[in-house]
């Protein structure tokens, strides 16, 4: 049992979406070659079982053409509940048509919508974080998914950015509208598309998307790589709940730190090096036993760098574990490590994207109106995953 080092703080309250209690008020966010099924179960032996855990992104259209790759990335683990699922399109009746399979289907118990990608291949057909800015359309897309989801009862969130840039902010808007066409909440991620994932997040434009949207729960994204960061947003912006991305991304203990800090009681230390080993392995079985052995150990690969930052690891075995090829010859690594390393200070903080802000590429004259509803041509994606 590990020993405890922060004092108790208050019990933060738990979030309810739709029918659902979110309890610690905690959603990991969907991220594109991560959130499938192994990383969801390893997130959930750390944290609440009834927290929110969200798979990568599915396209629309690919659902509605049962595109063979997608319906795999549909997958959920026996007793994963609720079956939180992001969609992505930029079509409304393509939107409203990939919800009604998956209610028919049964194929997920909670739909969040994607407007706040960043990703050139996606804003340049307007989706994404490119989106919102189009107000009819966007409102358009909510609505239709709402109907569809409606007669399950499935609940449909909506995430987004602050906006494309400085010069064209949305989220005020964004969040009003998903709230008039009845979505269930709405997460704003404290960056524009210009900023990608560079800088600090603006935690004041949560306050006031909070201040803006009062009748459904309002929930905070962006540098959240610690609980004490959570608890922070909460207390400065009063949102409801947040969303956690990068900040797991190698520390999905993470999500053990949040249960304790939304209960009120103490967040235990980062764990050694030993315990962080045994966390890989574990990580390395749930891969294996989700994509097979050669698939599972090759998509481990990017996860070495986030377990080990920090730790007292030579360039040598670094690079050793970032070509992996086997479980034996991960045992084999795991057994050079100093298992008795403390966890270092200087592993917490930002990790995955960050990159530099940069230009955010539009269809052209995606600016010239923004009440035009027309769906830009070609714009649907066919494949699924970000």
């Known amino acids: 049992m590990l020993s405890t080092t922060s004092a108790p703080a208050t019990r933060t309250a738990p979030l309810r979406i739709g029918p659902y209690q979110v309890d610690p008020a905690v959603v990991l966010a969907p991220m594109a ?84 990608c960043p990703v050139p291949k996606i804003t340049r057909k307007g989706g994404g974080a490119a989106l919102p800015y189009k107000r009819r359309l966007f409102g358009a897309i ?26 064209h902010r949305t989220y005020l808007d964004a969040g009003r509208i998903a709230e008039a066409e009845g979505a269930a909440a709405v997460a704003l991620h404290g960056r524009t598309a210009a900023q990608r994932y560079s800088g600090q997040a603006d935690w004041p434009a949560i306050a006031r998307l909070k201040e803006a949207v009062t009748t459904i729960p309002v929930l905070g994204n962006g540098d959240i790589f610690a609980a004490e960061d959570a608890l922070r947003m909460v207390r400065e912006t009063g949102c409801d709940g947040v969303v956690v991305g990068r900040g797991c991304l190698g520390r999905p203990w993470l999500f053990r730190d949040l249960q304790a800090a939304f209960a009120g009681e103490p967040v235990p230390p980062g764990p050694p090096l030993g315990e962080v080993a045994r966390v890989l392995r574990r990580h390395a079985e749930l891969l294996i036993a989700h994509l097979g052995p050669e698939k599972g150990i ?69 600016l010239d109106d923004p009440e035009d509803e027309t769906v830009p041509a070609g714009a649907e994606l066919d494949h699924s995953g970000g």
């Not at 609720?82 to 969609?87: A, C, E, G, H, V």
């Not at 939107?95 to 118990?109: N, P, T």
């Not at 909510?142 to 400085?166: Q, S």
């Not at 360039?315 to 050793?320: I, M």
């Open 298 to 366: 090759r998509d481990l690969r990017k996860h070495m760098a986030w377990y080990l930052r920090g730790f007292p690891v030579g360039s040598e075995l670094r690079q050793h574990f970032g070509l992996v090829s086997g479980l034996v010859e991960l045992d084999d690594l795991l057994a050079e490590l100093d298992h008795d390393a403390p966890f270092p200070p200087d592993a917490e903080g930002p990790r995955g994207r960050q990159g530099s802000p940069g230009r955010v590429v539009l269809p052209e004259g995606w």
């Open 142 to 167: 909510v609505r239709e998914m709402v109907r569809a989801a409606e007669p399950a009862g499935i609940p449909v969130t909506v995430k987004f950015r602050i906006g494309i840039d400085d010069d």
């Open 33 to 116: 070659g991560i959130t499938n099924l192994a990383f969801r179960q390893l997130c959930r032996e750390f944290g609440s079982r009834t927290s929110l855990y969200v798979c990568e992104m599915i396209t629309s259209r690919a659902v509605v053409e049962r595109d063979p790759k997608t319906m795999r990335m549909i997958a959920f683990g026996e007793g994963e509940h609720p079956r939180s699922m992001q969609l992505y399109g930029v079509a409304p009746k393509t939107m409203g048509a990939a919800v009604r399979m998956i209610v028919d289907e049964g194929l997920a118990d909670h739909i969040d919508t994607n407007f706040g």
